[in-house]
């Protein structure tokens, strides 16, 4: 007998990053924080007065390297908190930019944590 296949969730990367959302049928946009990443979703914070709700449709302007990008997304599930996201990404550079930011955060970290260990080890 066949058991229903269960996918793992996709690895996520904490964040602090400010980006702008629109809600599909919106003319203007909103400011909130993407708290985690992943090549298929993330947590947006927003403030309480913009809570969205499950199935809304957003575009996510996210800029990395000085690139700017548009990227899809439908609301999964909301807390007074904010919002997870599941991405929908149209084409292969959707997913390209969230993977350069994904790649940007863990490179800036690494070399933070470098920094830290040659201060450490001068000091010691």
Do not use: H, W
């Given at each position: 007998m066949n058991e229903p296949s269960v996918t793992a969730p996709s690895r996520r990367i904490p964040l602090?990053?400010?980006?702008?959302?629109?809600?599909?049928?919106?003319r203007r946009g909103e400011k909130g924080c993407l708290?985690?990443?992943?090549?298929?979703?993330?947590?947006?914070?927003?403030?309480?007065?913009h809570l969205l709700a499950p199935n809304d449709k957003l575009t996510i302007t996210i800029l990395?390297?000085?690139?700017?990008?548009?990227?899809?997304?439908h609301v999964v599930w909301n807390s007074d908190r904010g919002?997870?996201?599941k991405f929908l990404p149209i084409n292969g550079r959707d997913v390209q930019i969230v993977?350069?930011?994904?790649?940007f955060v863990?490179?800036?970290?690494?070399?933070?944590?470098?920094?830290?260990?040659?201060i450490f080890r001068k000091v010691t």
């Open positions: 602090q990053m400010d980006v702008e959302y629109r809600r599909s049928y919106a708290k985690n990443i992943s090549l298929t979703g993330a947590f947006l914070e927003t403030p309480i007065k990395v390297s000085g690139r700017s990008r548009q990227i899809a997304a919002c997870g996201l993977d350069d930011l994904m790649y863990e490179t800036s970290r690494e070399s933070q944590r470098n920094v830290l260990d040659d």
